[in-house]
T-cell receptor, first 113, second 111 residues
Framework: KAGVTQTPRYLIKTRGQQVTLSCSPISGHRSVSWYQQTPGQGLQFLFEYFSETQRNKGNFPGRFSGRQFSNSRSEMNVSTLELGDSALYLC????????????FGEGSWLTVV | QKEVEQNSGPLSVPEGAIASLNCTYSDRVSQSFFWYRQYSGKSPELIMSIYSNGDKEDGRFTAQLNKASQYVSLLIRDSQPSDSATYLCAVRDRGNTPLVFGKGTRLSVIA
């Protein structure tokens, strides 16, 4: 069974640009969560989608947005990139039920210069 | 604001010893608890989950949960150099609330 797939794996963007990251969950999983990981802040929750609806949202500015498609694949977008957005962006999928376990993809390493 | 606290380490143990990793959480209604392992430059991988008070064993790993003390721990028996990684504790409230992660404990197993 294939795991969570994230693309692109590595990218470098310039301040002010926007970026879109993609995530394909494990087959049969309906929940997709996004996390930002930085050395100083650890893993911070961005948002979670379940059946194309945003179910939870973290404390990030509106520049961070996401969506989920009918096939459970998800994208997140960051507009007007800032240097502080440089981080590992992790997608995790789960079956979506209460208390469910989530499994992470390999992540997308974003560097903003 | 929910908080999950872990000692950042590094925790150094000799090969073959038991490594004990601890985690405390602030929210009494937390119901699901998870341990993930993260190697440097890699993404977190699930080690195990625990939902009820007591111990849960999986191979060399044992998770221990004490909800009254708001404390969850991970024991690694017969530690190996390949266990050297950062261990992340994660906690979830009832329902479909997001997982909240601690900042992790860095474990170093010395051969």
């Amino acid at each position: 069974k294939a795991g969570v797939t994230q693309t692109p794996r590595y990218l470098i963007k310039t301040r002010g640009q926007q970026v879109t990251l993609s995530c394909s969950p494990i087959s049969g999983h309906r929940s997709v969560s996004w996390y930002q990981q930085t050395p100083g802040q650890g893993l911070q929750f961005l948002f979670e989608y379940f059946s194309e609806t945003q179910r939870n949202k973290g404390n990030f500015p509106g520049r961070f947005s996401g969506r989920q498609f009918s096939n459970s694949r998800s994208e997140m977008n960051v507009s007007t990139l800032e240097l502080g957005d440089s981080a590992l962006y992790l997608c995790a999928s789960g079956v979506g039920e209460t208390g469910n376990t989530i499994y992470f993809g390999e992540g997308s390493w974003l560097t903003v210069v | 604001q929910k908080e999950v606290e872990q000692n950042s380490g590094p925790l150094s143990v000799p090969e073959g010893a038991i490594a004990s990793l601890n985690c405390t959480y602030s929210d009494r209604v937390s119901q699901s608890f998870f341990w993930y392992r993260q190697y440097s430059g890699k993404s977190p991988e699930l080690i195990m989950s625990i939902y009820s008070n007591g111990d849960k064993e999986d191979g060399r790993f044992t998770a221990q949960l004490n909800k009254a003390s708001q404390y969850v721990s991970l024991l690694i028996r017969d530690s190996q150099p390949s266990d050297s990684a950062t261990y992340l504790c994660a906690v979830r409230d009832r329902g479909n609330t997001p997982l909240v992660f601690g900042k992790g404990t860095r474990l170093s197993v010395i051969a």
